[in-house]
């Protein structure tokens, strides 16, 4: 296989999922999901690409008219000594201007969230965050959730043993 034309990346295929947020989906109604930019420092890309993170608890904040992940763990990267990142630091969020709006609009005037979903590497290699809208989810809500999920697996159970 001849190598890339000169200036051209040559592709990873696909994307890499980093961290995932499971626990969202059950403490929240997720409904405006968007991929998102981070902007990082090298140690802090080179410790994605060991597959080193966390964002469970995590979620994302407006400061002034910029949106930034807050509380995200990317770990210090090993080979970094004396430069490496700060480990929870505030990261910006790199989001079209409309988009940033729509997402400030709905904080202030809904009282929503913005919780981030998926921490992954796209094709390119470069790390992307999934981002949603979020609406926190009353106990009774999470009961009906956890009973929905209950009885799929029974069918399903059930379905495996009637064949």
Sequence with gaps: MAPPPRGEKKKTGQAKTIAENR???FDYFLEDNVEAGIQLLG??????????????ESYAAVEGRE?????????????ANRFNHEPRRPRKLL????QIDRFIGAVQKDGQTIIPVRLYL???????????????????DKREASAERDWQRDKA???KEHR
């Design 67 to 79: 949106i930034v992940l807050i509380n995200a763990d990317i770990p210090p990267y090993k080979q």
């Design 122 to 140: 796209n094709e390119d290699g470069k790390a992307k965050l999934e981002i949603a809208l979020a609406k926190g989810k009353k106990l009774h």
């Design 43 to 56: 140690t802090e890309i080179k410790a994605l690409r060991d597959g080193r993170a966390n964002i469970a």
């Design 23 to 25: 626990r969202a989906r």
């Design 95 to 98: 989001l079209h201007r409309k």
């Design 157 to 159: 159970r059930l379905m």
